[in-house]
């Protein structure tokens, strides 16, 4: 079938490294051409859940996970050119450094032919930055559309350094920020929980600067009908509620996550343990994702109707499954990075330790009798615990053993973050069948 040229310019957002201001830039480019009255998508490579959420505040649309190893190379062209033929611009903001990984940033780029914007970091240099994009543009290579400088102090310094990126576009620059996006020990905060976050983000709109011809000269993607082909979601979650914690403790949700269950046929319904809200009685399964538990500590320890209806859920051998913060939520005790202890719900035995230093971080599979269900883990405490785990996920570099999965009676935990279109039979399975694998002492 022939290939129709995209309506949509699409770039890579790149840098040498993490801390670069690659999320700052994306966001300042989606309001911008928002506000400019375009049409424009997002995604972002990796696995990640606050990015996502600051640059859907940006864009106002859903940002969706983009990333060869989690969705595969058919979901990934097909995610993308349903949003070039639909949007007028589509960013993908990479992670970490443009080559970093296995599949790496630019191995994404370079599979669907997108080109890099690179994003540098100006502050303590200026004709370096030409050093430093002609050596992202020719390592891999990638096909290189230009430059955004970040952190630019003067014209004067703007003028350095577009003077060293001899044929490269500088495609455009930010200035210093006095107010950046706040950050903590998990990445970037929660959006609701800046209070001018709308301020900022407009800000960076009216602060970066934007070379319009260059722009408009980035050429689209070529795509076909059949690249809009996606994969068929068996039904199978037909007629059942699943209930959801969602609130400031539980927000770690991949947006596909809550999409492949409604996909399989599941109604979806949310709750908050952190304002003491019982489990919904019709719910036929629960999802207990990741978040910032730690945070909400005292509020969770003291959430007594949360409490009862986890016991009295689980007593009726309903499915559970609980992932990383939800794990935490669930445990005796939790001792907070001040050294303080907090009683959680009791469900699992043991005690989580916040420490400063990262305790785990990279993609994992876990691998069941469905096949492999790809995700990833990223947390910073530890779980001291005497029950026997029932399996092991795996790392992806190397197989070897990755974080524990604790099976009592219906609920299923770990610190590991499923991504549940990688595979959907594996993660039907996580809220259609209780466990009898019981862990022991």
């Known amino acids: ?255 596909a996550n809550i999409q492949a269950l409604k996909d399989m046929g599941a109604r979806i319904i949310y709750f908050s343990p952190v304002a003491d809200q019982s489990i919904p009685a019709d719910a036929d399964a629960v999802y207990l994702p990741g978040g910032y538990p730690e945070l909400h500590a005292q509020q969770l320890g003291e959430a007594k109707n949360w409490q009862a209806s986890l016991q009295a859920f689980l007593t009726a051998q309903k499915p559970m499954y609980a992932e990383c913060g939800g794990m935490i939520s669930l445990v005796d005790e939790l001792i907070d990075q001040h050294g303080e202890s907090w009683k959680m719900a009791g469900i699992l035995s043991g005690t989580i330790t916040l420490q400063k230093r990262l305790a785990a971080l990279g993609m994992q599979s876990w691998h069941s009798s469905e096949g492999e269900l790809r995700g990833h883990t990223f947390h910073y405490s530890t779980f001291a615990c005497p029950l026997t785990p029932a399996a092991h996920t795996s790392r992806q570099k190397t197989q070897d053993q990755g974080e524990a999965i604790y099976c009592l009676g219906s609920l299923q935990a770990t610190y590991f973050h499923a991504y549940f279109p990688s595979n959907y039979v594996a993660s039907a399975n996580l809220f259609l069948t209780a466990t009898q694998n019981s862990t022991h002492d």
């Open 1 to 255: 079938m022939s290939k129709q040229p995209t309506s949509a310019p699409i770039v890579m957002i790149s840098a040498i490294a993490s801390g670069q201001g690659k999320t700052t830039v994306t966001a300042a480019l989606a309001r911008h051409f928002t506000q400019a009255g375009k049409k424009v998508r997002v995604f972002k490579t990796g696995a990640d859940f606050i990015d996502p959420m600051m640059l859907q505040q940006a864009c106002g649309s859903p940002v969706l996970s983009l990333d060869l190893w989690l969705l595969g190379l058919p979901a990934c062209r097909a995610l993308l050119a349903e949003a070039a033929l639909q949007s007028d611009v589509v960013l993908i903001e990479g992670v970490m450094g443009l080559y970093d990984g296995t599949p790496s940033s630019a191995d994404l780029a370079n599979a669907f032919g997108v080109p890099v914007l690179a994003v540098i970091d100006a502050s303590s240099m200026a004709q370096t930055v030409g050093a430093i994009v002609l050596g992202l543009r020719d390592f891999g290579p990638v096909r290189l559309a230009g430059v955004v400088a970040n952190r630019v102090a003067t014209a004067g310094h703007l003028s350095m350094i577009q003077s060293a990126l001899r044929d490269i576009p500088l495609l455009g620059s930010l200035a210093r920020q006095e107010q950046a996006l706040p950050e903590r020990h998990l990445g970037l905060v929660l959006p609701d929980e800046v209070a001018d976050l709308d301020t900022i983000l407009n800000q960076l709109a009216a602060s970066v600067t934007i070379d319009v011809p260059a722009w408009n000269a980035i050429a689209g993607v070529e795509f076909s009908d059949e690249d809009l082909t996606m994969p068929i979601v068996p039904r199978l979650l037909e007629g059942r509620c699943i209930a959801i914690a969602k609130d400031a403790a539980f927000a770690f949700l991949y947006p």
